[in-house]
Each structure stands twice: as structure tokens, then as C-alpha cells.
């Protein structure tokens, strides 16, 4: 009884595990075209799926409490998709004057434009208990 309960409790952990390795024993159903369809699943039902669970489990008065720091929320985006984007390009505008590799620094740009992977962060933050709310 003790085994089961604690794979009640990682769940999550024994999913990632199986999906891994599912994948390596029929790589064929995850490619692009394949019977999962990934370059249409995971692009846009997946992470909506994602978001619209998460918000499905926000209770009324956290969602309220959360939307009344507008300035917060400002600022996170403002950073986020903004200040940070443009620091990165304005450091690569000095890199790119150096012998460091073109490619190394196209990839640095990219990184440094992608946003943080909220989808997952949601997941984990809930999976250990945490508020996902803030």
C-alpha cells in the first residue's frame, strides 16, 4: 500500500518518465506528420490546454487579489518582453565588433528574446504545492 500512495504523490515524475520513455522505444509517433501531429498538438492545443487548466483551478479571490497589482504586472511584462530583449541586443551589439563566432552570437539573440517557459514553470510551482497564482 505504501508503494502506491507514493506513486499517487509523483504522479508527475512517473509520467515524465513514461513519456521518456515511450519515446525511445517508438520514436516514429512523435516526429513532424506522425500520428501525434506534434507541429499541431504541442504548438497550440498543448499549451492552451496548459493555460486553460491552470486558470480552470484559480480560485475567484486569488484571481481578483492578483489582478489589483497592475503596476506589478506592468513592470514584469515591461522587463520581460522589453528591457531585457533590448539589453540583450545592445551586448550583442558590442560582442558582434569581436572574433566571436556569428553563429554563437545569432543563438545568444535568440535565447535572449525567447520568454520564460511559463507553461511548465505553472506545471512544477502546482505540482510542489506552490501558488501559480502571482
Keep these: ?3 502506491l500512495e507514493r506513486m499517487r504523490k509523483e504522479w508527475f515524475m512517473i509520467g ?3 513519456a521518456i520513455a515511450g519515446a525511445k522505444l517508438e520514436p516514429s509517433v512523435g516526429v513532424n506528420g506522425g500520428p ?5 498538438t504541442v504548438s497550440y492545443i498543448a499549451v492552451a490546454t496548459i493555460f486553460f487548466n491552470s486558470g480552470l ?3 475567484t479571490e486569488e484571481l481578483t487579489s492578483a489582478l489589483v497589482h497592475i503596476k506589478l504586472h506592468l513592470f514584469i511584462q515591461i522587463f520581460t518582453l522589453a528591457f531585457f530583449p533590448g539589453t540583450i541586443w545592445l551586448f550583442l ?4 565588433i569581436t572574433p566571436i563566432n ?4 545569432k543563438g545568444l539573440q535568440t535565447v535572449g528574446c525567447m520568454p520564460p517557459p511559463v507553461s511548465s514553470a505553472v506545471i512544477l510551482t502546482k505540482a510542489v504545492g506552490g501558488n501559480e497564482v502571482s
Aim: proline share 5%; aromatic share 4%.
Design 36 to 40: 501525434l501531429k506534434p507541429e499541431i
Design 1 to 3: 500500500m505504501r508503494l
Design 57 to 59: 483551478s484559480l480560485k
Design 93 to 96: 551589439q558590442l560582442l558582434s
Design 16 to 18: 515524465i518518465v513514461l
Design 102 to 105: 556569428e553563429w554563437l552570437l
